[in-house]
């Protein structure tokens, strides 16, 4: 009769099993994606290297100079810029002032103007989404989730490759700031006609855009995680509801990284045609200058938490 009686008892104390899932197993709402642009939604280098090839190589004959001294002449003017597309970026080389300082406007009509129309014919040309990159950012539009470019590019020439390939796929852009240079800077152009002239022909040109663009001081370049935070107040999400995928670990992986945000990397974007690399890499390098520095570092650098490696863009929906 005891048994029978402690038994009973056993049977009523015995706790209800609780239904519990590891973190790992929760599913997470992502409500926004932040993304690289250059390397990442498509290639800048595709339009800009042979614009620059070319030009290198007329300039060589014209100026009976060498390819390589040119080369870092204007590399010298991206560095000291931090952009590609400085607006001023032959005024302010050693070449312009050594040959035309006082000549400014034949330099502007003879080197200037050919050579970012070439550049701009180029762009229109090759400028090209990665695959499936369209159709991934339709995708997210259609399950309500947000996606944001930040970019370290400057903000006129953000601009101007949003309005060419991802206007209205995108819900805002952010952009550095194209800073004019000091009258009092050791290092300016020979003349700021030109540049400024193009500057509000891009901006006109781009004045109906349907994608919001927010201008950055040159202080947030990544790795810097203002931009990111930012980001993140605008669009009132936290970061645990955020996904970052870009080309460059020491830009957008540390600066995902430094907010706790989910990172893909698009190795895709990360590597360059052997020619490209070459003229990117070593031409236009300064001597001594083996990789170029990111301008503006978090206190303390964490490394970088990949979720995964993608090697399209599409690869980005499996992690959403």
């Not at 700021?192 to 040159?218: D, I, Q």
């Amino acid at each position: 009769m005891l048994p029978t009686v402690i038994h009973m008892l056993e049977a009523k104390v015995q706790p209800t099993p609780l239904n519990y899932r590891l973190a790992s197993q929760l599913t997470r709402r992502t409500k926004l994606v932040v993304t690289d642009v250059d390397g990442t939604l498509a290639s800048f280098w595709d339009y800009f290297v042979p614009a620059m090839r070319d030009f290198l190589r007329d300039i060589s004959v014209r100026l009976d100079k060498p390819i390589a001294q040119l080369a870092e002449d204007i590399g010298r003017v991206i560095e000291r810029r931090g952009t590609h597309e400085y607006p001023w970026l032959l005024e302010e080389t050693g070449f312009a002032w050594a040959h035309f300082a006082r000549r400014p406007d034949d330099f502007v009509r003879d080197y200037v103007k050919p050579f970012w129309e070439a550049l701009d014919a180029n762009r229109s040309k090759y400028l090209r989404p990665y695959p499936q990159v369209l159709e991934t950012l339709e995708e997210l539009k259609r399950r309500d989730i947000r996606v944001v470019a930040l970019s370290d590019a400057p903000d006129y020439m953000a601009r101007i490759r949003n309005k060419q390939v991802f206007d209205g796929l995108l819900d805002a852009v952010y952009a550095l700031e194209t800073v004019e240079p000091d009258k009092n800077e050791i290092w300016q152009p020979i003349t700021l006609r030109h540049g400024r002239a193009r500057l509000s022909a891009l901006k006109k040109a781009t004045a109906n855009l349907k994608t919001t663009l927010e201008v950055l001081p040159r202080s947030y370049e990544k790795p810097c995680p203002n931009g990111l935070d930012l980001v993140l107040k605008d669009f009132g999400v936290f970061p645990y509801e955020t996904i970052f995928i870009g080309d460059s670990l020491a830009k957008d992986g540390l600066v995902a990284a430094s907010r706790g945000i989910r990172y893909i990397w698009a190795h895709y974007g990360h590597q360059l045609p052997a020619e490209y690399d070459e003229i990117v890499n070593h031409s236009l390098r300064p001597e001594g200058e083996v990789e170029p520095p990111p301008r503006t570092r978090p206190d303390a650098a964490p490394t970088p938490l990949v979720e995964a490696i993608a090697a399209r863009y599409d690869e980005l929906l499996n992690h959403i």
